[in-house]
Structure formats: structure tokens, C-alpha cells
């Protein structure tokens, strides 16, 4: 029997991004904080190894041991982690290396259970790959995150759970403990993990911790696009335990072969850029301290504490129930773009809007100076 077709449902703040350029090219003054990418670009060490590669080297299919082995020795650096470069997968980015680990460690017709908000590609790359998204309802009680509690109460258990911390849209981070009993229930209950960690190197509080350093045998998605500040460039790599690495090399070499070898070069130079990349750290925290200051004159009080990422998720149900329409109004009449909240949960999203930090502080300070008026000035709903 043909399966039905399946129901994916569109990137909304891919809409308000074409929006944003379409205005842009009118002549209107545009502040992109619709998307979860910096404005700054890779470091220039990086770029100056790009230039030498492309005048000397005519590349080809490649995966660079140079790099796996740097990644390795990353996670020993920061977590304390022992791992065989041959476990790194190299990837074109996180989003190929997040239907590389569906795809490689779950069936059709697996439960994959995930928090509610969360990543807009979570969901529909489950739906992709014909498995069933188990979305939990997340609340500020939480951090916006799911718990073991959460995980425990589920029946039956799913086969997978993805976890993302620090997480989008929210940018809350999950503490150890909870991560150690995440770990310790799935253990318990047969749940593999995938943890998304491609917003470490990214934190105003404590650093990130791995899940890696709970559960030995999760499988983890990074990317060189948000620390690295190398979007354009799409290297990331998934990191399997050592008897699914087989497995993974076969699906990823017919699925994806390998990452672009340019990128592969700079993204090894770029490891190496700490103080161009810590600077860049710098720029989103202080830009994180002016949002959180604007906020009670835009009238929003109700977030998730944006202990890492860069991103201020914002309840405006006092002002809408349809945040596409209100990012859209918000957009045409300031110029600020913005990413409506149903992206990320479609059930509370229409209440809530994300604004991404990852943006240079004039930017910021000049959003900020648009957007109270125009906040000011929104009628607030009936009560109900």
C-alpha cells in the first residue's frame, strides 16, 4: 500500500526572511532577528586558509583526519572526554547530522519523543523519515525543557528522545543533574538519545555540559555554524558509539558523501581562533543584557531565562493569538524581523515570538528603539 502523503509543515520564519529581503530591496531600513545565525563572519584565519586552499588545491570527496582528531581532542579539552576521532562523522552541517542519526539508529514507526518548543526541524525530519514525534509540553517550571521526569511518565517509552541544550528557541540550558538523570532513566527504559549541542560555546552562565559525559553511547549533532560563526559554510559532524559507527559511515556515504573539503580546511583553522570567537561571545552577551533590560518597556515579562544560544523567547498572548501575523505587522511596520513562536510549538507558538542576539549591538540598540512605540501602541486583547 502507498503510505499517505506525508504533512510537513513549512519554516515560518523562512517566509518572514524573504519578507525581510523583499522590503529590504524597496529601499526599507531591515534588522534581521528572525534567524539563529550570526552576522559576523568565520574567522579570518580561517578565511585566509580558504583562499590558499583554493588557489593550491583542486579538492575532492574527502573527509579530513586532521579535523576529526581536532574535534576529538576538543572534547577532551572542554569535557573531559576520551573519543576516537573515527567516531566523528563529518557532515554537511547539523541538519544533515540530525537525519543521519534518525535515520541510522531508529525505524519507520518509531516514537522519538522531544520537547514542545523546540527546533521546527526536529518534528518535520521525524515526520520525514516516517517516525512519530512524541512532543511533551514544556513549561517555564522546566526551563522549557524536558526532564526525566517527563521521560519517566511516558507509556509506553519511546524508542528515542532528542534533547537540545542550550536549547532553540528558548536558549535555556539543562543543569548536569538533570542530564545525569535523563541518562540514567533511559538507560532504564531502552531510550537512545540524540543530543543536539550545536549552541555550545555559547553560554552566559556555566558552560554546557555534554551528554557525553552522561550516557557514553548518545549520539550527538554539533556544527560549525553558531560558534564558529560559519553558517554559509555547512560542515558539522555527528559523534555515534564505536559499534554504530558502521553503520552511520554506510548511510551517511550514499545519503550525503562528505562536506565540502573547503570547509573542512578552515573549519581546522577556525578551531584555533578562540579570541576572534570568544570576542564574538562578548558581543552576544552584552547584546543579551540590553534585550533583557528592554524588555519590561516592551511590555514582554513572560521568558525563558537565555542562559546560552542567542535568543530571547517572548510571550505576547496579551497582544495575539496568531504570532506569524504578529511577526509579519512587527516586520512591515519597523523593520525588525522577528521568528513567530508556531515554528517551534504549534500549539502555544501562536503566543509567543522568538527574537534572535546574534546581531551587531548598534542593531540591537536600534531595534530596541523601534520596537517600543510600536509595542506601546498594540491594543491588548479582550479578556476572555
Same mark, same amino acid.
Given at each position: ?18 519578507? %525581510? ?28 586558509? %580558504? ?14 583526519p ?12 572542554? *569535557?573531559?572526554?576520551?573519543i ?6 563529518? @557532515? ?37 523519515? *516516517? ?30 528522545v ?37 549552541? *555550545? ?12 559525559? !552522561? ?30 559507527v ?24 577556525a ?37 546560552g ?15 506569524l ?8 511596520e @519597523? ?27 548598534p542593531?540591537?540598540?536600534? %531595534?530596541?528603539?523601534?520596537?517600543i512605540?510600536? !509595542? ?9
Amino acid at each position: 500500500m502507498t503510505p499517505p502523503p506525508l504533512e510537513i509543515e513549512p519554516f515560518h520564519a523562512i517566509a518572514i526572511s524573504r519578507l %525581510a529581503h523583499a522590503l529590504k530591496g524597496e529601499g526599507r531600513s531591515i534588522i534581521h532577528m528572525e534567524f539563529g545565525q550570526p552576522s559576523t563572519g568565520a574567522p579570518r584565519a580561517a578565511i585566509a586558509r %580558504a583562499h590558499d586552499v583554493l588557489d593550491n588545491d583542486a579538492m575532492g570527496y574527502w573527509e579530513s583526519p586532521a579535523l576529526k582528531a581536532r574535534i576529538a581532542r576538543d572534547y577532551a579539552d572542554r *569535557h573531559g572526554l576520551d573519543i576516537a576521532p573515527d567516531r566523528i562523522v563529518l @557532515t554537511c552541517g547539523a541538519s544533515p547530522a540530525l537525519v543521519l542519526a534518525l535515520a541510522s539508529g531508529f525505524s519507520a514507526g518509531d516514537r522519538i519523543a522531544l520537547a514542545r518548543p523546540g527546533y521546527v526541524a526536529y518534528r518535520n525530519s521525524i515526520k520525514a523519515l *516516517h517516525m512519530q514525534p512524541v512532543e511533551i509540553g514544556c513549561g517555564a517550571e522546566s526551563g522549557f525543557q524536558l526532564t526525566a521526569a517527563h521521560l519517566a511518565a511516558l507509556d509506553p517509552a519511546p524508542a528515542g528522545v532528542i534533547v537540545a541544550s542550550p536549547a532553540n528557541p528558548t536558549g535555556t540550558i539543562i543543569a548536569a543533574g538533570e542530564l545525569e538523570a535523563i541518562a540514567a532513566i533511559c538507560r532504564a527504559r531502552g531510550i537512545r538519545i540524540i543530543s543536539d549541542e550545536i549552541y *555550545h560555546g555559547l553560554s552566559y552562565v556555566a558552560p554546557a555540559r555534554s551528554m557525553l559525559e !552522561f550516557a557514553p553511547d548518545a549520539l550527538v549533532v554539533n556544527s560549525f555554524s553558531k560558534y564558529y560563526s560559519m553558517v554559509a559554510w555547512r560542515l558539522g559532524w555527528l559523534l555515534v558509539p564505536e559499534d554504530h559507527v558502521h553503520r552511520a559511515r554506510a548511510y551517511v556515504g550514499n545519503l550525503f558523501l562528505t562536506p565540502p573539503s573547503l570547509s573542512q580546511h578552515a573549519g581546522l583553522v577556525a578551531m584555533d581562533s578562540r579570541d576572534e570567537l570568544e570576542g564574538h561571545v562578548s558581543v552576544y552577551r552584552r547584546n543579551r543584557e540590553l534585550l533583557l533590560d528592554a524588555l519590561p518597556a516592551l511590555g514582554l515579562d513572560r521568558i525563558a531565562p537565555p542562559d546560552g544560544a542567542f535568543y530571547v523567547y517572548a510571550w505576547v498572548g496579551h497582544l495575539t493569538d496568531d504570532s506569524l501575523a504578529f511577526c509579519e505587522r512587527l516586520l512591515r511596520e @519597523t523593520g525588525v524581523a522577528t521568528a513567530p513562536g508556531v515554528d517551534f510549538d504549534p500549539v502555544e507558538g501562536r503566543q509567543h515570538i522568538r527574537m534572535s542576539f546574534a546581531v551587531s549591538t548598534p542593531e540591537v540598540e536600534e %531595534a530596541i528603539r523601534r520596537m517600543i512605540p510600536w !509595542f506601546a501602541a498594540q491594543p491588548r486583547k479582550a479578556a476572555a
